[in-house]
Antibody, heavy 120, light 105 residues
Framework: EVQLVQSGAEVKKPGESLQISCKGS????????VGWVRQMSGKGLELMGI????????RYSPSFQGQVTISADKSISTVYLQWTSLRASDTAMYYC?????????????WGQGTLVTVAS | DIQMTQSPSSLSASAGDRVTITCRAS??????LNWYQQKPGKGPKLLIG???SLQSGIPSRFSGSGSGTDYTLTISGLRPEDFATYYC?????????FGQGTKVE
């Protein structure tokens, strides 16, 4: 079974750093793009960026370029989303999702989501 | 960026109804259009890829069509478990963008 399992919920203060993770299993992890999607409370889906674990080729959405870092460790089939200085506006649910082997593909399956809360 | 405009943003329907949701792209996306269902407290679930390709395990009452800039998701015979929010997404050009969602209630 193809599965993405995300790390647990986080509560942080503004200015703190954070890294959340997404571990893939049941497929050839290196070969498939993985995306990170933000969903703020009661709002829609926003793609933050995608990464191909085989060579860490990463494409950021302009709104998130420079705000977060997406990385991968293919030795442990894990993709990361990292902030160096969190803001209250980063409070959201974050999903990872598997893309295709080719870049133009849908996302399936999705991880269970990681809730990030940033509050003083 | 390619803008995706979904309509309506919400709709009221009853079990058994035929529901149609449309999605318009700001430029041609050549069929690279995907539909997702999201239920409260859950992650999105892929229903249809490449405009009309029904994913494995998805009931046949869901169907997708369209080309160029205009696409449609149809639910033929709405069931109680179909009350959810539906999103379209283009995967033609990065950054892949989503529609704003349609809540079926």
């Amino acid at each position: 079974e193809v599965q993405l399992v995300q790390s647990g919920a986080e509560v942080k203060k503004p200015g703190e750093s954070l890294q959340i993770s997404c571990k893939g299993s049941g497929y050839s992890f290196d070969d498939y793009w993985v995306g990170w999607v933000r969903q703020m409370s009661g709002k829609g889906l926003e793609l933050m960026g995608i990464i191909r674990p085989a060579d860490s080729d990463t494409r950021y959405s302009p709104s998130f370029q420079g705000q977060v870092t997406i990385s991968a460790d293919k030795s442990i089939s894990t993709v990361y989303l990292q902030w160096t200085s969190l803001r209250a506006s980063d409070t959201a649910m974050y999903y990872c999702a598997r893309g295709g082997q080719l870049i133009r593909s849908h996302f399936d399956p999705w991880g269970q989501g990681t809730l990030v809360t940033v509050a003083s | 960026d390619i803008q995706m405009t979904q309509s309506p943003s919400s709709l009221s329907a009853s079990a058994g109804d035929r529901v149609t949701i449309t999605c318009r792209a700001s430029q041609t996306i050549s069929g690279y259009l995907n539909w997702y269902q999201q239920k409260p407290g859950k992650g999105p679930k892929l229903l249809i890829g490449a405009a009309s390709s029904l994913q494995s395990g998805i009931p046949s009452r869901f169907s997708g069509s369209g080309s160029g800039t205009d696409y449609t998701l149809t639910i033929s015979g709405l069931r109680p478990e179909d009350f959810a929010t539906y999103y379209c997404q283009q995967s033609y050009n990065t950054p892949y963008t989503f529609g704003q969602g349609t809540k079926v209630e």
